[in-house]
């Protein structure tokens, strides 16, 4: 059984940070792509990062270069998602979810669509205050 479980979520305030963790488990990790994803009220559900298990490859939304770092421990089966500098719209449901991409495919159209997901965890809420 395919399971992705967020944690780290939570209520912050504007420029604290955050650390987001997926466990994934029922797959084979080292041929999918992990991203996290997230879905403010009223909007449609983005890409925000995402980290290539295979080559370690990463890939960024614009609104969250420079400020979100994503990682990997393949040997754990554990995503992260690091969240500094963090802003009001940030605020949204964070979920994690793996695509099949059993080669780099070098485009993050692909690996920050929501589309390009199997598998998709539950997940946890984040809500920054100004």
């Known amino acids: 059984e395919v399971q992705l479980v967020e944690s780290g979520g939570g209520l912050v305030q504007a420029g604290g940070s955050l650390r987001l963790s997926c466990a994934a488990s029922?797959?084979?990790?080292?041929?999918?792509?992990i991203g996290w994803f997230r879905q403010a009220p009223g909007k449609e559900r983005e890409g925000v990062s995402c980290i290539s298990s295979s080559d370690g490859i990463t890939y960024y939304a614009d609104s969250v270069k420079g400020r979100f770092t994503i990682g990997s421990d393949s040997a754990e089966n554990m995503v992260y998602l690091q969240m500094n500098s963090l802003k009001p719209e940030d605020t949204a449901i964070y979920y994690c979810a793996a695509g099949f991409f059993p080669r780099q495919l070098y485009n993050e159209t692909y690996y920050l669509s929501p589309l390009g997901m199997s598998y998709w965890g539950k997940g946890t809420m984040v809500t920054v205050s100004s």
């Open positions: 029922g797959f084979s990790f080292n041929d999918h792509a």
